[in-house]
């Protein structure tokens, strides 16, 4: 495989710092060319000096300064802003984006990349969510390819390799249920901001763990499973797998089923992006059936969680909805961290935006940025009292 230049967007993260790990696993095969952070000036630095790209971007311009003087010794160049990812992307030469920015901040270097005929290795879902039509549609008349780093898609990915002709029955994305599984809204009242960031298999970040506890972390894999792999939303299923392992399935016409397994690890997705279509050998620890004799399944909750039914809404609905709902969940979750509201209050907001802010048929570029900035003022203003 020859070397491959890769930009990292949102190096400091969950995600970043792991395919940091896999490039300094695989020198002769990687090289980086952008890293950003929103805030974390000291790792940036830390991260540049080590692997020395050519651009580094803070996206907090008070820490400009700091990540300058960080590197003043180097030959890294300096930006920041969200413009300034989008500068490094169009000057310098990357074979593959990793957008993993969280929440809407990774649409427009998404598009910029695609403009840029660069391959996407897409972690940040909310990308399809809030624009799945023209992002999709953008990188097919670009011809560039989007590889998905979310475990649950790069799973039926993965599952798809190979079966180009075989049309899609169903695809069916598993959910561990996070730390509330099996509890009911009366026993959610309650619960309190460091119960709901304990996840029981993965380690992630802050927003993403909210998310997966409230289940609108799977609802926004549903939408961006309907864009990644063009189907219909009665074609996308979810199922609660509380041990992580079977980490999605493709069902064919024929009724036959892939699923794509192994330890919860995120590196693992990450890796198979960055080299694909080749499988690169890793240290990664092993499966093995005897650790794990039982397998189970059950069937989400939408009642209790109503985050899952609302994205299910969204792909009924289409137009600008998803958008609505990203937006409006961004600040949910951003308030309940916050301590302002309480974990149920996050689908009550989301809904409330959702059934309260207008919504557009056919939105353009211009509209989604005009329904997210205006949802979020909205979801700032909402209260449950």
Known sequence: MTLKSIAILGSTGSIGTQ?????KANTSLFSVSILSAGNNVDLLIQQCIEFQPKYAIIGNSDKFSSLKEGLKDTKVKVLTSIDGICEALENTHSDIVLTALVGYAGLKPTLTAIDQGITIALANKETLVVAG????????EKGVDIIPVDSEHSAIYQCLVGEESNPIEKVILTASGGPFRGKKREELLQVTKAQALKHPNWSMGAKITIDSASLMNKGLEVIEAKWLFDVNADQIDVIVHPQSIVHSLVQFEDGSMKAQMGL?????????????????????????????????????????????????????????????????????????LNDEIKFLDIAALNQFCMENYKFIQTPTYEDYVETDHNVRELAKQWSNK
Do not use: H
């Not at 039509?133 to 097919?140: D, H, L, P, S, Y």
């Open 19 to 23: 395919a940091l790990d896999v490039i």
């Open 133 to 140: 039509e023209i992002v999709t549609q953008k990188a097919i």
């Open 264 to 336: 919860p690890d995120m590196k693992l997705p990450i890796q198979y992006a960055l080299g694909y279509p080749q499988r690169l050998p890793s240290d990664f620890e092993r499966f093995n059936f005897m650790d794990y004799p039982t397998l189970t399944f059950e069937a989400p909750d939408k009642e209790t969680f109503v985050n899952l039914q609302l994205a299910y809404d969204c792909l009924d609905k289409k137009g600008n909805s998803a958008c609505i709902l990203n937006a409006a969940n961004e600040i949910a979750v951003e308030r309940f």
